[in-house]
């Protein structure tokens, strides 16, 4: 019946092929043409005099033409598009007493798209056989259109060429004849028999076996990890993560300016700590040697500013007044 296979008409219909055949409109939309006049008939005049000249109303093209009103919606420019360009093939398929409507024009007579479970221009089967393409664990390249590999492309956690197997990080809760479940692994392990951190049979990048656990390796401490100059390394699980040194430090062993191997230039050590040096309040001569400018004091330098009331003009401190002012 209409409406038993992804796009139809509707929604796109199948104008442009491949991805239009698996992007069909709400079943509703299809369906209801069909089922709304499912128990009419000729309206009013003479019903057996219509029906003796014009056929029984439940194969006329009255009723096609009532079934044809719903299927696009008012504004699917392509899918009305393709049902006038389709009319011929739509009013064999109203003679033939219905057959699959989806097979009949997207399939058959238009060759735009495949049955479910098909793929490629011939509607070859797909990995796994069109029953249950990829083990029902994934889904085939192209299921469904003339385009795709036909291979599978599996869901998280499933792999192999059907799907039919257990992906790395997870194991085989169940299985039978037909189906296969895969459940997620203790998040270090690589491949594992079972959910507990003592099931690993393989750890992740990372992480070192030992008696069936996965023990997270310490970059930092065993000198794997790659920091740049001027940054430390933090351990994290299964990782490792490179920070910036304190602006105060030229190299250090962690953060903060009391962790710095040699001070950096406008700072100083007191004990363990790299502090700022003051170069406004520790020179012994004035640091800002202009007219009305004053030394402020940054973090490991020092600038030159105009005094309170005056502002720079062509590289010079004047007093803050309109120009042209006595």
Partial sequence: ?????????????????SHACAAAPPLPRRT????????EGFGGGNTAWEEEKLAKYQH??????????????????????????????????????????????????????????????????????????????????GDGTRRGTGLCVCSPGYGGPFCAECGDGYYEASRNKSHLVCA??????????????????????????????????????????HCRANQFCVNTEGSYECRDCSTACIGCMGAGPARCKKCNKGYWRDGAKCLDVDECASAEEPVCTGAQEVCENTEGSYRCVCARGHVRRDGHCVEDKPPGTA
């Fill in 60 to 141: 006329s093209e009255t009723r096609l033409l009532e079934v044809l009103e719903g299927v696009c919606a008012p504004s699917d420019f392509a899918c009305h598009q393709l049902l006038e360009r389709s009319e011929e093939h739509v009013e064999q398929w109203w003679r033939q007493q219905h057959p699959d409507f989806f097979q009949w024009l997207c399939v058959d007579r238009l060759a735009l798209c495949c049955l479910p479970g098909t793929y490629g221009p011939d509607c070859q089967p797909c990995a796994g056989g069109p029953q249950q393409p990829c083990s029902g664990n994934g889904r085939c390249d």
């Fill in 1 to 17: 019946t209409w409406g038993t296979r992804p796009a139809v008409l509707g929604g796109g219909g199948v104008i442009g092929g």
């Fill in 184 to 225: 997620e692994c203790y998040r270090a392990c690589g491949r594992c028999t079972g959910p507990e951190d003592s099931s690993c049979l393989r750890c992740k990048r990372g992480w070192v076996l030992h008696e069936h656990r996965c023990i997270d390796i310490d970059e930092c401490g065993t000198e794997m990890a």
């Fill in 32 to 39: 209801q043409g069909l089922e709304r006049t499912e128990h």
